[in-house]
Nanobody, 127 residues
């Protein structure tokens, strides 16, 4: 059974930092694209960041570019999201996602192209 388990969320003041982790189990994700998405109350889920299987390519939403960094440790089957200079608008439930495979033409920012999802971790940024 494939599981993605996020951790590291919490309450932080604006300008602070958090590091989210996503531990995968049930299969090896070393060859899979992995990503982070978030959903704030009343809003649709949105793309945050993604990383290719070999960490050669990273992708970010414009809203987090320069503040967030995605990385992965394939030996630990874990992906991370370092979040710096957090803003109140970053408040959301953050979800880890992974692809079982990728296909030509798939948009890396499209959550529908990811096959596995974690349960989410709450990030709250106070002003």
């Amino acid at each position: 059974q494939v599981q993605l388990v996020e951790s590291g969320g919490g309450l932080v003041q604006a300008g602070g930092s958090l590091r989210l982790s996503c531990a995968a189990s049930g299969r090896t994700f070393g060859s899979s694209t992995m990503g982070w998405f978030r959903q704030a109350p009343g809003l649709d889920r949105e793309f945050v960041a993604a990383i290719s299987w070999n960490s050669g390519n990273t992708y970010y939403a414009d809203s987090v570019k320069g503040r967030f960094t995605i990385s992965r440790d394939n030996a630990k089957n874990t992906v991370y999201l370092q979040m710096n200079n957090l803003k109140p608008e970053d408040t959301a439930v953050y979800y880890c996602a992974a692809r079982r495979y990728s296909a030509s033409g798939w948009d890396i920012k499209d959550g529908l192209t990811y096959h596995y999802w974690g349960q989410g971790t709450q990030v709250t940024v106070s002003s």
